[in-house]
C-alpha cells in the first residue's frame, strides 16, 4: 500500500512540475512577443533567455545571438553561439560568428566565417569582406580573386556602408572593390606608388564622398612627396 501512495505521490509531482514548466514557456513565449512589438531590446534578450533555459533549442539560440549582435554585444553573441568553424551551423549562427569576430578584431577567425558563408551563397557583399579580410591578414594574393569575382559580379545598384566617420555614409559596392584594388596594387608592389594611387582615383571618380578611399590616396600621397618610396 505505501508503495502505490508513493507511486501515486510521485505521478503527481511529475504532473505539477510539466504544469510549471508548461506554464513558465508559455508566460515566456508571450513575454517575448510582447517585448518585439515594443521593441525592447534586452526584454527581448531576457526572454530569449528564459525560453533557452527552460526548453533549450538551437534555433532560438542562434536568434538570441543575433539579438546581442544587433545591439553591437558582440561578445555576448559569440558566447552564445561559439566562435569556431562549424559546418552544421545554421546560415545565421555563421553571420553571427563573422561579424562579431569581425567586430572584435579577430580577423583570420572572422574570415574562416565569412568563407564558409560564401561557400554555401556566393555573392559580391561577402567577396567584399573576405578580400578586405585577406587583405588585413596579409593575403594579399588571396585578395585579387575576391576583388576581381567582386567587380565582375556588382551591379550599379549595389552599395556599401561604412562607418569610419561620426556620420556613416554609402557608396558604390564597386567603388568599395576598386580602393580595395589600389590598396592591393600598393601592398604587392610599392615601388608602384602611381599605379596604385591611379586605381583609387577611380574609385573616387565613381563616388566624389569615399572617405576611407580620400584617406588612402593622401597616405599614399604623402608617402610618395616624402619621398619614401622610390619612383618610376
Known amino acids: ?12 509531482s511529475l ?3 510539466a504544469q ?3 506554464s513558465l514557456l ?25 525560453l533557452n533555459i527552460i526548453a533549450p533549442e538551437k534555433a532560438r539560440q542562434d536568434t538570441l545571438a543575433y539579438v546581442y549582435m544587433n545591439n553591437n554585444q558582440h561578445l555576448q553573441a559569440l558566447n552564445t553561439v561559439g566562435i569556431e568553424r562549424n559546418e552544421s551551423d545554421s546560415d545565421l549562427a555563421v553571420q553571427v560568428k563573422a561579424i562579431s569576430l569581425k567586430a572584435l578584431n579577430q ?3 572572422a574570415l574562416e566565417q565569412f568563407q564558409l558563408l560564401f561557400g554555401r551563397s556566393p555573392n559580391p557583399y561577402l567577396a567584399y569582406e573576405i578580400a578586405d579580410l585577406k587583405i588585413q591578414v596579409g593575403d ?11 567587380i565582375a559580379n556588382t551591379t550599379d545598384e549595389m552599395k556599401y556602408a561604412f562607418y569610419e566617420r561620426q556620420q556613416p555614409y554609402e557608396v ?9 584594388k589600389g590598396l592591393v596594387q600598393y601592398n604587392t608592389d610599392k615601388d608602384n606608388i602611381n599605379e596604385a594611387i591611379a ?4 574609385a573616387l571618380e565613381m563616388d566624389p564622398n569615399f572617405n576611407l578611399a580620400s584617406l588612402s590616396k593622401q597616405a599614399l600621397q604623402s608617402r610618395k612627396d616624402s619621398g619614401d618610396e622610390p619612383q618610376n
Do not use: C, W
Open 20 to 22: 510549471t514548466e508548461e
Open 199 to 202: 586605381t583609387i582615383d577611380q
Open 140 to 150: 594579399n594574393a588571396g585578395a585579387v580573386a575576391d576583388i576581381d569575382y567582386g
Open 15 to 17: 504532473s505539477v512540475n
Open 172 to 180: 558604390s559596392l564597386k567603388g568599395a572593390f576598386t580602393h580595395l
Open 26 to 50: 508559455n508566460h515566456y513565449k508571450a513575454y517575448y512577443t510582447q517585448m518585439r512589438l515594443q521593441g525592447d531590446v534586452n526584454g527581448v534578450i531576457s526572454a530569449l533567455t528564459h
Open 1 to 12: 500500500m505505501k508503495r502505490v501512495i508513493l507511486l501515486l505521490l510521485f505521478s503527481m
Open 107 to 109: 580577423p583570420k577567425r
